[in-house]
Every structure is written in structure tokens, then in C-alpha cells.
């Protein structure tokens, strides 16, 4: 053999036998929450995409959010989104600028008017995309409303301006009007075969939504049981299959303490002891995880306690059911300036895996599905491609450019590959780092299909060196990642020793060793 084949051979045995940085074993005989599913909502930006811009840009963003197809090379079309929020407005678009919501943007159409007709001609954009959503085979479909409508609102607006109470922003003589309203639009849409698995009728009520930016009501815990009774009690007369999810908290620290709110925090407490009779009351306490992101110490020991809180409940699941980039942080710095890049997506990725294995969250759904604002709250983006003008609010009514994320992308690795029914399994990473010190550097996750008996692994890769991973007792089929130059793509990988790319989310599916 000559000098130069020796040293070739030596170098390839020396990569292939470099020491792993980390080990991961998988048992799945020791199981954890079945999952629901990943999803995203509708919330304002769908209503004129869908409405107005052109037939095919409006199905290339279909496609990317919704469908579960791979192209010829192997890769994903989209992310296979498996929960879709729609959400139900009050009426301040019938308003207008009397409605004192200046961006018009946000505000929302109302299927009812004052004289009590319903037009389901309304919302048609996010009619557009929900029927969309339903083609594509999307597995959840979950209303919600923000504000009651504005006829019936204390101060005829679909924002609050009463600092004092934190009570609902809703007529004492409407609260049956208004939950009557909210199962005429389940009548209607199960009549036109899109069955809303469920309902949300307030959300964020610790908020006192006094700005005059969005539609939103405060609410007691006592506003939101008397809705939830007589919501049940119109479900149960009209036959639905519809159940009530609540509370959609602004903070998680409000669904298991007070946090300074004694009549809008505790909800766990409130809504799941054996005082509640509720029958149609899913068993799920949904909450968002807004503030609670940083410093990482944060992200932690909130979830631990959450968790602390929700094992006392053994029949209670628990949902991340709306979050986009809020707090300054140091990695991203805060929400203001789009980032369709990898820094705000391994972000998300971090909560995503922190709400995932220490809150146990067996749903995470975004907040809203397309933007146009200079912000990072979007998993697509649109722009009219006018550097001067990027964000003109009249044009991009009617057409615009739209652009997919490394962050639709990054919550693909979890969306597309996890699905409903699949359960997570305990996966152990053998290192030195502590938790605080992982969340630095490499995070894993592992479900179970029990269907298939393939097992799907998600590794964040955090830090800016790629690591190499020994499964100890896995082997790998398949890989896709996500990373500066990779969107979801399908990768070669042949054996249990994984490099993953420094800033990358990586999924990768196979099976136990036999």
C-alpha cells in the first residue's frame, strides 16, 4: 500500500471513529403526552391575502403551510400543519374608523350585524384558507373569538377602554346572545362539512386590551366559566361535537398562580376541580408562552413549575396555544424587524422543546400565519418588494410578494413529522451540560408512531459548532434539516453517528436496534 493510501485510510478511519460530542439513548417503554398536533392561525393578514391577491400565490402559501407532500427530490412541499385557528371578529372592519382601530389590518369582520342577521358571506379570505386547510387534510380545526360583538360591548367598541374592573367588555343581558352566537357559527360551518373540533371564547383575559391596536376583551375566570355553561348547554341542544377549550392565558404563570390577578390567574385551580360541571369542557388548559422565554432560566423553571401544577391533574392536558417573538432577549434582541433568518427560528425551536418536554405541552400552535408587518410574528412574510415601501397596507390588500421563513421551516421539523397520535418516548443525552447549559447547545426530543414503530427525533443544534451524536440504540433511515442553507431538506445519513450542522434543527426518523 503506498504512503499516500495509508494516510487517506487513516484519515477516513479517524472521522469515522471521532468520539461523539454526545450519546442519546431512546427507551420507548417510558412514554409521556400523545401528541395533538403543531398549528398556526388566521388572525387578520389571511382575510386579505385570501380574499384579494392571485389565484396562485395564494396557493403556493396554501401549499407551504398545509400540505404533507414531498417533491421529486425527497423534500417536503410544506410544513403539514395539523391544527388551523380561525378566528371569529366582532365587527370593527363594519366600523371602520370609528371603530378607533387605525390599522385596518386588525381589525375583524363579524358574521352578525345589530339587527341580529348573520351574513356568512364575511371573513370570506379566511374562509378561503380554511376550506384550503381542509382540502390539504389538516386533522384540527379550533375557533376562537377575542371580543364579543360590537353591538353588544359595554362601549359599542371591539376594544376595552374600562381599566377598573378587568371584567368582560360585554353587556350583562348578552352573555347568552353571545354564546349563542359563537354555536350558530358551528351550525353553519358543520352544515357546510367543516366540523370545528373546538372552541375558544376568550383569550388572553388577564390583558386589559385598552389599546386601540387589535380586538380584545379582559375577562374574570368567573366571565369565562358563565360563557363556557352556556356554550355547553347551546352544543348540547344543537348536538355539535365541538368541546371548550380555555383559557388561553397571556402568561403561563397565570394558569398555575395568581401573579398579582387573584380573579384572572389560578386557572387551573378554577377551572379543573370537581366543583365544575361543565360537560362539553375539554380536558385541556391551553396558555401562552409570551414573557416567559428569557432569560433561559426563565424558560425553564416556569415550565417546571407548570408542570409541578399540572401533575396534580392526571387527566389534564396542557397546550402552548399562541406565541410569536414579544420580550427583548439577548439572542434575538426583541420582536420589532422581521428576521426570515435562522436566528429568530432556532428561538423558536428552544420554546418549542422547552414547552414540549418540561410543560409536557401536547399541542404548540403559533400565533398567526402570514405578516405583513415589520415584526417577527409570521411564519410567511409580505412585502411589496418596494424597498421605500415595503409594508404599504392599501397595496398588499390586493397583491404582494410573499416569502417562506427558516422559522415555517424550523417549526416544519416539528410539524410535519410529528403527528397526532404519536406519543413522546424518554430519550436520554449523556452529557456532562447541565439543563440550563443545553438549551446553549444541543436539545432533543423522540415520538413514538405506533402505527409504524418508526421513531422521529428532533435534535437543535444551538451552538456554532456542528456536534456529532452517537443514537445508541437507534438507527437512522432518515434525515431532514433546517439550517442557513437548508429548508426541511432531505439528507443522506447511514448509520447512528449523526453530525448536525452548528444553527440547524434536524429531524430524523428510524427505528430501535434489534
Known sequence: MSIFKVICFCVLVSCNTKTADFNITVNK???????????ASDAWRCQFVGLNWPEDKKERIAELLFSKEFDENGNPKGIGL?????????????????????????????????????????????????????SYGVDNFLAFSIAP??????????????????????KA?????????????????????????????????????????????????????????????????????????????????????????????NQIDYFFNEGVKIENLDQTITGHSY????????????????????VKYPNLDYWQS??????????????????????????????????????????????????NADYKDGLIYLDTGVKKNMHNLESLKFDGNFHDSKLLWAFGNYSKFIRPGMIRVDSKLNT??????????????????????????????YSNEDKKVNFKNFYTDKMYVTSEDKNLEKVAVNNENIVFESRSVSTVIGHLKK
Not at 149 to 170: C, E, F, M, R, T
Open 291 to 310: 414573557f416567559t422565554t428569557w432569560p433561559i432560566d426563565s424558560l425553564i423553571t416556569i415550565r417546571q413549575k407548570l408542570h409541578k401544577k399540572l
Open 29 to 39: 417503554n417510558i412514554v409521556y403526552q400523545t401528541m395533538k398536533g403543531f398549528g
Open 82 to 134: 395539523s391544527f388551523w385557528r380561525f378566528y371569529i371578529g366582532a365587527g370593527s372592519t363594519e366600523q371602520g374608523r370609528n371603530s378607533e382601530i387605525r390599522n385596518e389590518w386588525r381589525r375583524g369582520e363579524s358574521f352578525i350585524d345589530a339587527d341580529g342577521n348573520y351574513d356568512w358571506n364575511k371573513q370570506k379570505g379566511q374562509q378561503w384558507f380554511l376550506n384550503k386547510a381542509k
Open 173 to 265: 343581558d348578552k352573555f347568552d346572545d353571545y354564546a349563542g352566537f359563537l354555536v350558530e357559527f358551528l351550525k353553519h360551518f358543520n352544515a357546510k362539512g367543516i366540523s370545528f373540533d373546538y372552541l375558544s371564547p376568550i383569550n388572553e383575559p388577564q390583558w386589559e386590551w385598552e389599546k386601540k391596536t387589535q380586538e380584545g376583551t379582559p375577562a374574570t375566570n368567573k366571565d369565562i366559566l358563565l360563557i363556557s355553561s352556556l356554550i355547553d348547554n347551546y352544543i348540547k341542544e344543537n348536538n355539535l361535537s365541538t368541546k371548550i377549550v380555555i383559557a388561553e392565558a397571556a402568561d403561563l404563570r397565570w394558569l398555575y398562580s395568581d401573579y398579582g390577578k387573584p380573579k384572572r390567574g
Open 432 to 461: 456532562t451540560l447541565n439543563l440550563k447549559e443545553q438549551y446553549d447547545n444541543l436539545m432533543h426530543s423522540t415520538y413514538l408512531n405506533k402505527e409504524t414503530s418508526e421513531l422521529i427525533s428532533v435534535v437543535i443544534n
Open 149 to 170: 360583538p360590537v353591538q353588544w360591548s359595554l362601549n359599542g367598541k371591539a376594544y376595552n377602554s374600562d381599566l377598573k374592573s378587568g371584567s368582560i367588555n360585554l
Open 322 to 371: 399562541e406565541f410569536c417573538i414579544l420580550e427583548k432577549n439577548n439572542d434575538i434582541e426583541g420582536g420589532r424587524k422581521r428576521d426570515l433568518g435562522m436566528a429568530t427560528a432556532l428561538y423558536v425551536a428552544r420554546v418549542i422543546h422547552a414547552d414540549l418536554t418540561l410543560a409536557n405541552a401536547n399541542s404548540w400552535q403559533w400565533w398567526t400565519a402570514l405578516t
